[in-house]
């Protein structure tokens, strides 16, 4: 089994930065991807961002290119998401996730093991 616990969230204003870490224990998978998703109230949960643990490579989602940066720390088993120039639009909750195998994962199906989320609010 994984356990996934994130921390970072919180209120921002509108072009502010927030860093949310995940910090994973139990089982690890030499071959896994771990990455973020969202949910907004109302709305289905939505593929953010993705990092392979062995490689490094990234994959982000289109609305979040350019703002948001994925990196992770092996060593202390833990992903992290920087997140820039927030936009009331990215207010959710997000919620780490860990997928076996070598691919991303960008659907929710594809998901392992979830985190309990951590709730970012953007204010305009």
């Known amino acids: 089994q994984v356990q996934l616990v994130e921390s970072g969230g919180g209120l921002v204003q509108a072009g502010g930065s927030l860093r949310l870490l995940c910090a994973a224990s139990?089982?690890?998978?030499?071959?896994?991807?771990m990455g973020w998703f969202r949910q907004a109230a109302g709305k289905e949960r939505e593929f953010v961002a993705a990092?392979?643990?062995?490689?490094?490579?990234?994959n982000y989602a289109d609305s979040v290119k350019g703002r948001f940066t994925i990196s992770r720390d092996n060593a202390k088993n833990t992903v992290i998401l920087q997140m820039n120039s927030l936009k009331p639009e990215d207010t959710a909750v997000y919620y780490c996730?860990?997928?076996?195998?070598?691919?991303?994962?960008?659907?929710?199906?594809?998901?392992?093991?979830w985190g309990q989320g951590t709730q970012v609010t953007v204010s305009s």
């Open positions: 996730a860990v997928r076996r195998g070598s691919s991303y994962g960008t659907n929710i199906n594809e998901v392992d093991y």
């Open positions: 139990g089982r690890t998978f030499s071959r896994s991807a």
């Open positions: 990092i392979i643990r062995s490689r490094g490579s990234t």
